[in-house]
């Protein structure tokens, strides 16, 4: 449920920080876990800011036309109650995290967060007018993969209407295709998402 008495100016979106797209998992991206640090920090500073923390998952059934094996283009990930569906270990959401789930139907990709409902349904709002009922303004975001699912969450918020800060350091891309990343970063730039660093050292990073 959302506090119908606070009011809050800035939301952050952790996108998909799970498993399966960290190395190890069925669709790694390439040092995906390398976001973890910076993301930590960022959200251990939100918590003195009431700054709403939302967290969106991949969340698919495990027969999905999103699938290779079903007429899609990518390997079985993120499948509903699994392990590799299940965020990093090494994240540090608060308890108050709004978890978002998507892909959830049989003939979904559901690239963006804004895309995603919560579990229990804040009363079936969207995730758009979650943050409009809250009275954010904008929302920081990071996460993977930069090139998927994080451009498709920072173009819909900028449709949205909201201010929308990239934390660059904070996403990877997939780069399936060399370069796939640097070019959303400037698709997203193009469309008027403010990029920014954390600069936050992950050289300390988490397996
Ligand atoms: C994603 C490919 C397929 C992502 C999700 O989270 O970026 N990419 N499903
Ligand atoms: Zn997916």
């Known amino acids: 449920m959302v506090n119908a008495t606070k009011r809050y100016r800035g939301a952050i979106i952790v996108v998909d920080v799970q498993n399966d797209f960290c190395p190890g998992g069925s669709l790694p991206v390439p040092n995906g876990n390398e976001v973890i640090s910076a993301l930590n920090a960022v959200l251990e500073l939100a918590q003195q800011l009431d700054v709403l923390v939302f967290a969106s998952r991949?969340?698919?059934?495990?027969?999905?036309?999103?699938?290779?094996?079903?007429?899609?283009?990518?390997?079985?990930?993120?499948?509903?109650?699994?392990e590799g569906a299940a965020f990093h270990p090494d994240l540090h959401l608060p308890a108050t995290a709004h978890v978002l789930s998507k892909g959830t139907l049989k003939d979904e990709d559901a690239y963006s967060a804004f895309q995603g409902h919560e579990e229990q349904g804040d009363d079936g709002l969207s995730l758009a007018e979650i943050l409009k009922t809250e009275g954010v303004e904008t929302v920081w975001i990071g996460?993977?993969?930069?090139?998927?699912?994080?451009?498709?969450?920072a173009l819909d918020a900028v449709r949205n209407g909201f201010t929308t800060v990239l934390l660059v350091d904070a996403c990877r891309a997939v780069d399936?295709?060399?370069?796939?990343?640097?070019?959303?970063?400037e698709e997203m730039a193009q469309a008027?998402?403010?990029?920014?660093?954390?600069?936050?050292?992950?050289?300390q990073e988490v397996k």
């Open 192 to 203: 008027g998402v403010k990029l920014m660093r954390t600069f936050i050292d992950n050289s």
């Open 176 to 185: 399936i295709h060399e370069g796939d990343g640097d070019r959303a970063l």
């Open 143 to 153: 996460g993977l993969a930069t090139d998927y699912c994080v451009k498709a969450t």
């Open 58 to 82: 991949d969340w698919h059934p495990a027969e999905t036309s999103h699938f290779a094996d079903f007429g899609g283009v990518w390997p079985t990930h993120c499948v509903q109650d699994t």
